[in-house]
């Protein structure tokens, strides 16, 4: 691959829809969301080894972000719950099995994408999860926990990223980085599995870029994401907090099925402030309502 930093865009020029490497450094997502003038290096499919840019345009101004991957391109949402401990002071252990849940691909949104709350989910604690996102890269099966890094593409991190949530009011709706894991946790009890509250047309908000393993330069357990609710913190951990690491987790979930190019492992997310379990009420941490801001800040560090 060819590219540090993945985007999708769409293009000012022509209105077509592009991948490309940013020309700007620094947070994308605040320069995004300030209006400020964004630039990319058209590229091939970011899965291809001899990614090249575009022969007709070399640069294009981005008119507006989209999920760094489309949908299309997204071959599986492997999700993970129970990976971090409630009190991460204690010494706990990832259980032996994996405790693990899909999306679809329809799930995909982007920057300051509104996050549809359809009729089903009204008044059922409906809540944001922020996460570390592994992007695989190359096919993997039956993967060793030392070699697994080498199947990472990159990271998807929502580095800076308001999402609007708003209620829809229809009869009929359907509606590495860092990852929103938007969660109704009372749909998820009383559905005796988790899918049914966490499947919901654009609840799983990814963006605005993926960082590649060298262009991150930190291992994957030193990054610090947290939540932010209309301005308040809601969520915050370390990824060195991780029950079961990132190498580990390629290694349990390549076990005798393959691992697709395209595929997202979300690593899991840490209780919310002031709860001690993910479906309580908390004055620091209210579940998520209509015309609030979510916001995913990533930072290096522990």
């Known amino acids: 691959m060819s590219w540090s930093r993945l985007i999708r865009f769409i293009a000012r020029e022509d209105g077509k829809e592009y991948y490309g490497e940013p020309e700007q450094s620094g947070d994308l997502g605040l320069l995004y969301a300030s209006g400020s003038k964004i630039t990319a290096r058209a590229i091939s499919h970011p899965f291809e080894t001899q990614s090249s840019p575009s022969k007709s345009i070399k640069t294009l101004t981005v008119d507006r972000l989209l999920s760094p991957l489309a949908p299309r391109d997204v071959t599986a949402i492997r999700g993970l719950g129970l990976q971090y401990a409630p009190d991460p002071t204690q010494k706990a252990a990832s259980p032996p099995v994996l405790c693990l849940f899909?999306?679809?691909?329809?799930?995909?949104?982007?920057?300051?994408?509104?996050?549809?709350?359809?009729?089903?989910?009204?008044?059922?604690?409906?809540?944001?999860?922020?996460?570390?996102?592994?992007?695989?890269?190359?096919?993997?099966?039956?993967?060793?926990?030392?070699?697994?890094?080498?199947?990472?593409?990159?990271?998807?991190?929502?580095?800076?990223?308001?999402?609007?949530?708003?209620?829809?009011?229809?009869?009929?709706?359907?509606?590495?980085?860092?990852?929103?894991?938007?969660?109704?946790?009372?749909?998820?009890?009383?559905?005796?599995?988790?899918?049914?509250?966490?499947?919901?047309?654009?609840?799983?908000?990814?963006?605005?870029?993926?960082?590649?393993?060298?262009?991150?330069?930190?291992?994957?357990?030193?990054?610090?994401?947290?939540?932010?609710?209309?301005?308040?913190?809601?969520?915050?951990?370390?990824?060195?907090?991780?029950?079961?690491?990132?190498?580990?987790?390629?290694?349990?979930?390549?076990?005798?099925?393959?691992?697709?190019?395209?595929?997202?492992?979300l690593t899991g997310s840490p209780v919310a402030v002031g709860r001690k379990a993910p479906a309580d009420a908390s004055s620091e941490s209210p579940f998520m309502q209509d015309g609030d801001e979510v916001r995913l800040p990533v930072t290096v560090g522990l």
């Open 102 to 265: 899909f999306k679809p691909s329809s799930c995909i949104s982007g920057p300051g994408d509104v996050i549809p709350l359809p009729v089903l989910a009204t008044e059922e604690k409906n809540d944001y999860e922020v996460e570390l996102c592994v992007v695989i890269g190359k096919a993997a099966k039956d993967v060793r926990a030392e070699d697994a890094m080498s199947y990472v593409a990159g990271c998807a991190f929502i580095v800076f990223l308001p999402i609007r949530c708003l209620a829809d009011e229809r009869q009929d709706a359907s509606s590495y980085c860092v990852v929103n894991d938007v969660s109704s946790r009372g749909l998820c009890a009383k559905g005796g599995q988790w899918g049914v509250g966490k499947t919901f047309d654009g609840w799983c908000p990814i963006g605005p870029c993926i960082v590649s393993p060298s262009a991150l330069g930190k291992d994957p357990h030193e990054l610090r994401i947290t939540t932010h609710v209309n301005g308040k913190r809601a969520q915050e951990t370390s990824t060195a907090n991780l029950l079961a690491r990132v190498p580990e987790l390629i290694a349990r979930l390549s076990h005798g099925a393959t691992l697709e190019p395209g595929s997202l492992i």
